[in-house]
Protein backbone atom coordinates (compact mmCIF):
# COMPACT_ATOMS: atom_id res chain seq x y z
CA UNK A 1 0.00 0.00 0.00
CA UNK A 2 1.40 3.65 -1.34
CA UNK A 3 0.45 6.17 1.85
CA UNK A 4 1.30 9.35 0.56
CA UNK A 5 1.66 11.91 3.81
CA UNK A 6 1.78 15.75 3.67
CA UNK A 7 2.83 18.10 7.16
CA UNK A 8 3.99 21.39 7.61
CA UNK A 9 0.84 23.61 6.91
CA UNK A 10 -0.56 25.88 8.99
CA UNK A 11 -1.32 29.40 9.55
CA UNK A 12 0.83 32.69 8.98
CA UNK A 13 0.20 36.53 8.34
CA UNK A 14 1.09 37.94 5.14
CA UNK A 15 5.29 37.75 4.50
CA UNK A 16 5.76 34.99 6.48
CA UNK A 17 7.05 31.34 5.54
CA UNK A 18 6.04 27.55 5.45
CA UNK A 19 7.79 24.55 4.74
CA UNK A 20 5.32 21.58 3.69
CA UNK A 21 6.84 18.33 3.97
CA UNK A 22 5.79 15.28 2.02
CA UNK A 23 6.60 11.27 2.82
CA UNK A 24 5.78 8.74 0.74
CA UNK A 25 6.04 5.20 1.91
CA UNK A 26 5.10 1.63 0.06
CA UNK A 27 6.24 2.77 -3.68
CA UNK A 28 7.96 -0.52 -5.35
CA UNK A 29 8.61 1.84 -8.51
CA UNK A 30 12.58 2.69 -8.54
CA UNK A 31 11.49 5.94 -10.00
CA UNK A 32 9.15 8.10 -9.39
CA UNK A 33 8.01 12.06 -9.74
CA UNK A 34 6.33 14.00 -7.19
CA UNK A 35 4.81 17.46 -6.68
CA UNK A 36 2.54 19.63 -4.81
CA UNK A 37 -0.65 21.18 -5.94
CA UNK A 38 -3.32 23.48 -4.04
CA UNK A 39 -6.93 23.88 -4.56
CA UNK A 40 -9.47 26.18 -3.88
CA UNK A 41 -13.12 26.43 -4.18
CA UNK A 42 -12.52 29.73 -6.49
CA UNK A 43 -9.17 28.23 -8.81
CA UNK A 44 -9.98 25.02 -7.92
CA UNK A 45 -6.92 22.64 -8.93
CA UNK A 46 -3.83 23.70 -9.34
CA UNK A 47 -0.19 22.63 -10.23
CA UNK A 48 2.61 24.03 -7.92
CA UNK A 49 5.85 22.53 -8.08
CA UNK A 50 7.18 19.11 -9.25
CA UNK A 51 10.00 17.00 -9.46
CA UNK A 52 11.70 14.28 -11.05
CA UNK A 53 13.97 11.07 -9.91
CA UNK A 54 16.67 13.10 -11.18
CA UNK A 55 15.79 16.74 -9.04
CA UNK A 56 15.09 18.40 -11.90
CA UNK A 57 12.51 20.82 -11.02
CA UNK A 58 9.57 22.51 -12.23
CA UNK A 59 7.14 25.68 -11.28
CA UNK A 60 4.26 27.25 -11.35
CA UNK A 61 5.61 30.50 -13.47
CA UNK A 62 3.99 32.78 -10.80
CA UNK A 63 5.19 31.05 -7.63
CA UNK A 64 8.89 30.31 -8.70
CA UNK A 65 11.11 32.48 -6.90
CA UNK A 66 8.67 32.40 -4.20
CA UNK A 67 8.23 28.77 -3.70
CA UNK A 68 11.06 26.25 -3.93
CA UNK A 69 11.06 22.55 -4.23
CA UNK A 70 13.17 20.10 -2.71
CA UNK A 71 13.83 16.06 -2.72
CA UNK A 72 15.63 13.98 -0.60
CA UNK A 73 14.79 10.31 -1.75
CA UNK A 74 11.26 9.42 -0.56
CA UNK A 75 10.37 12.93 0.82
CA UNK A 76 9.63 16.17 -0.93
CA UNK A 77 9.86 19.79 0.69
CA UNK A 78 7.92 22.73 -0.82
CA UNK A 79 9.48 25.81 1.19
CA UNK A 80 7.13 28.64 0.85
CA UNK A 81 8.61 32.25 1.40
CA UNK A 82 6.53 35.98 0.99
CA UNK A 83 3.02 33.97 1.51
CA UNK A 84 0.43 36.19 0.44
CA UNK A 85 -3.50 36.05 1.08
CA UNK A 86 -3.93 34.30 -2.44
CA UNK A 87 -2.01 31.52 -1.45
CA UNK A 88 -4.37 30.25 0.80
CA UNK A 89 -5.42 26.76 0.03
CA UNK A 90 -5.06 23.13 0.49
CA UNK A 91 -1.97 21.57 -0.47
CA UNK A 92 -1.38 17.80 -1.96
CA UNK A 93 1.73 16.05 -2.39
CA UNK A 94 1.12 13.64 -5.41
CA UNK A 95 3.05 11.08 -6.78
CA UNK A 96 3.25 8.36 -10.31
CA UNK A 97 5.72 6.33 -11.27
CA UNK A 98 7.69 7.52 -13.80
CA UNK A 99 11.32 9.69 -14.82
CA UNK A 100 11.29 13.12 -16.33
CA UNK A 101 7.83 14.88 -16.66
CA UNK A 102 8.76 18.22 -17.61
CA UNK A 103 5.84 18.05 -20.55
CA UNK A 104 2.68 16.64 -18.36
CA UNK A 105 4.09 17.70 -14.54
CA UNK A 106 0.74 19.82 -14.25
CA UNK A 107 -1.74 17.42 -15.12
CA UNK A 108 -3.42 16.27 -11.71
CA UNK A 109 -5.18 13.48 -13.63
CA UNK A 110 -1.76 11.56 -14.32
CA UNK A 111 -0.78 11.67 -10.56
CA UNK A 112 -1.90 7.84 -9.37
CA UNK A 113 -1.44 8.43 -5.37
CA UNK A 114 -2.48 11.60 -3.57
CA UNK A 115 -1.99 12.69 0.43
CA UNK A 116 -5.07 13.73 1.93
CA UNK A 117 -4.21 17.39 1.69
CA UNK A 118 -2.91 19.81 4.31
CA UNK A 119 -4.70 23.42 5.15
CA UNK A 120 -2.26 26.41 4.36
CA UNK A 121 -3.78 30.11 5.69
CA UNK A 122 -2.20 33.28 5.24
CA UNK A 123 -3.51 35.98 6.56
CA UNK A 124 -3.23 40.10 5.27
Known amino acids: EVNVVESGGGAVQSGGSLRLSCVVS????????MAWFRQTPEKGREAVAG?????STHYDGALKGRFTISRDKNTVYLQMNDLEPEDTAMYYC????????????????????WGQGIQVTVSS
Open 94 to 113: ATTPGKVFADWWTRSELYMY
Open 26 to 33: GISDRMYV
Open 51 to 55: VDHLG
